[in-house]
């Protein structure tokens, strides 16, 4: 069973930067790809972030320049900076394996940017 524990969020200042991160158990980690995602009040989940195996990376237009996602196959872990955040970036974020039918979801981190 794949388990995922999401951290790192908080709340912080428009301009200030948030590192998240996302430790996966129960899968070869080093096969998937990963994505980030978030849900803001009365919003449907969107994925921001996706790293596949190779290291290629894709962002959703919002993000792009601004967040940067990463991982670590040694440790089972994926990360998200997130820097110049904004109060468009106040939601839940979670991880999950990148685009196609995802495992059980984590209790995600909140990320609260205040103006």
């Known amino acids: 069973q794949v388990q995922l524990l999401e951290s790192g969020g908080g709340l912080v200042q428009a301009g200030g930067s948030l590192r998240l991160s996302c430790g996966v158990s129960?899968?070869?980690?080093?096969?998937?790809?990963m994505g980030w995602y978030r849900q803001a009040p009365g919003k449907q989940r969107e994925l921001v972030a996706v790293?596949?195996?190779?290291?290629?990376?894709n962002y959703a237009d919002s993000v792009k320049g601004r967040f940067t996602i990463s991982r670590d196959n040694a440790k089972k872990t994926v990360y998200l900076q997130m820097d110049s955040l904004k109060p468009e970036d106040t939601a839940v974020y979670y991880c999950?394996?990148?685009?196609?039918?995802?495992?059980?979801w984590g209790q995600g981190t909140q990320v609260t940017v205040s103006s």
């Open positions: 999950n394996r990148g685009p196609g039918a995802p495992w059980d």
């Open positions: 790293i596949t195996s190779s290291r290629s990376t």
């Open positions: 129960g899968i070869i980690f080093s096969d998937y790809t």
